[in-house]
């Protein structure tokens, strides 16, 4: 190669690597967000959502499957596109049985009204529980997945905060999720079920992972969203309504996806990140999650790449092509993991996903850097409030860290990306991180089967 064609690329890849330096979170920067990470979590848990962008709350669920939990148990799962509901037989704490029936969730339906929302939800479950279950069935215990933000003043009480990720219905925010249910239910009469618990999907992540293993103290969510519920020793816990009975720990959903919502750690936040949130459904809020998590991922990716494109270094010559990276969300994290291979397969990726023929080698090579970049401040910023938990576990020898969602899943790298950053901030706990399968569904099963075991 000629002296001067090196001197350019040379140059170009200086050029890429200055644009991409505000995404690089070295040790410095890292130390800067744990610190007022303990902060935030600190003051979250005296004053909630009014002093902090972090809102511990308390989920009032204080104990978890013990091996003796038995009987017929619903368990509903929302979060996302797809509505899940679930009978979950429990045979001497053991999930013998389970049918799962799967509804998508119509955009007109998350964006429109409440009631709309819930009757729907209330329809499902009428359907599911006339193909799976007997007529003149005894009343079925409930347990609620709904992934997001509430307040809860009982185990069986949760009054939305703000909705995130792409729902938006109307009439919801500042009322009670179980209530808007149970009135749903109620108002198609002949459905024989009552919910008992409200919980979020992290919860019901790590107390699915407690039944796979009982060192699990910390059930991870990374998929569409972000966020990871850890097990807090009782006497920290300041708000709590009514009995505390004889709790030793109890299980906080910190929503941290929401972590700088008040401008705490804006010295992250780049032109990028700007935009996207700018563009985004609810612009403003769950600041953390939008750096990372599974609905934004690819297109930070894309904007960056749009960036790069703008100032002549990525499919310069290719502007033709170059269109299919200019409509929102086209590159998605799906795609993300599938640039972390050898080069020479970005370009079928691009061909497959983007029909994009005709890009260079260079081309490849900066959108790999690019989703790596992304892929590693990703595995930093969920690396940081987990070992920030693991830290406060310090009676526990070993923490295992349940995780659900399709970014851990799917991604090759993630996993061991995040255990090598928790490993670089907790040098001397020991942790290991795990999938376990389903905990959003099955977790909301195992509590309702907890509390009906309770109650007797
Ligand atoms: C929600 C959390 C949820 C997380 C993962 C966030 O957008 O606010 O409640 O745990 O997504 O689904």
Request: hydrophobic share 40%; glycine share 8%; aromatic share 8%.
């Amino acid at each position: 190669m000629e002296e001067a064609t090196i001197l350019t690329m040379v140059k170009q890849a200086e050029k890429v690597n200055e644009f991409l330096k505000p995404f690089i979170i070295d040790e410095e920067k890292s130390a800067k967000i744990k610190a007022i990470f303990e902060q935030e979590l600190e003051l979250g848990l005296k004053h909630g959502l009014k002093g902090s962008s972090l809102q511990m709350e308390n989920t009032y669920v204080m104990d978890l499957t013990n091996g003796k939990e038995e009987g017929q148990f619903l368990a509903l799962d929302l979060g996302g596109t797809n509505f899940r509901v679930m009978l979950m037989e429990m045979h001497q704490g053991i999930i013998e049985k389970e049918q799962v029936e799967y509804y998508s969730v119509a955009e007109e339906t998350r964006l429109g009204s409440g009631d709309k929302l819930f009757d729907f939800l209330a329809e499902c479950i009428a359907d599911f529980v006339h193909k799976n279950l007997e007529k003149g069935h005894p009343q079925m215990p409930l347990g609620f997945t709904f992934s997001f933000p509430i307040e809860q003043t009982g185990l069986n009480k949760g009054v939305l905060v703000s909705w995130t990720k792409s729902f938006n219905a109307a009439g919801v925010v500042g009322q009670d999720a179980v209530k808007l249910l149970n009135d749903a239910i109620e108002r198609l009469r002949d459905l024989n079920v009552k919910v008992v618990a409200i919980l979020n999907d992290t919860t019901g992540t790590l107390v699915k992972g407690y039944y796979d293993d009982k060192s699990t103290g910390i059930g991870l969510i990374l998929g569409t969203g972000c966020n990871g519920a850890y097990l807090e020793s009782a006497k920290k816990v300041v708000h709590w309504c009514g009995d505390r009975r004889d709790a030793k720990e109890v299980i906080i959903d910190p929503e941290f996806g929401a972590f700088g919502d008040n401008g705490c750690i804006d010295f992250v936040k780049t032109k990028v990140d700007r935009e996207l949130d700018n563009d985004s459904l609810l612009p403003k809020s769950f600041t953390y999650e939008k750096y990372f998590a599974g609905k934004y991922l690819g297109e930070l990716a894309r904007l960056a790449l749009v960036q790069l494109h703008q100032r002549g270094l990525f499919m310069s010559e290719n502007d033709k092509e170059y269109k299919h990276f200019l409509e929102k969300d086209a590159f998605t994290a799906a795609m993300l993991p599938q640039t972390q291979v050898e080069n020479a397969y970005i370009g079928e990726v691009l061909k497959q996903e983007l029909n994009i023929q005709n890009a260079t080698k260079d081309d490849w090579a900066i959108l790999k850097h690019v989703c790596n970049i992304l892929s590693q401040r990703c595995a930093i910023l969920v690396a940081i409030p987990l070992s920030v938990f693991i830290n406060r576990m310090d009676t526990k020898e070993h923490v295992a860290i349940a995780v659900t969602g399709s970014l851990y899943r799917f991604h090759p790298q993630l996993k061991d990306l995040l255990e090598t950053h928790i490993r670089k901030i907790v040098p001397n706990r020991s942790f290991h991180t795990f999938l376990s399968d389903d905990g959003s569904g099955k977790g909301a099963g195992l509590v309702a089967a907890v509390a009906a075991r309770l109650s007797h």
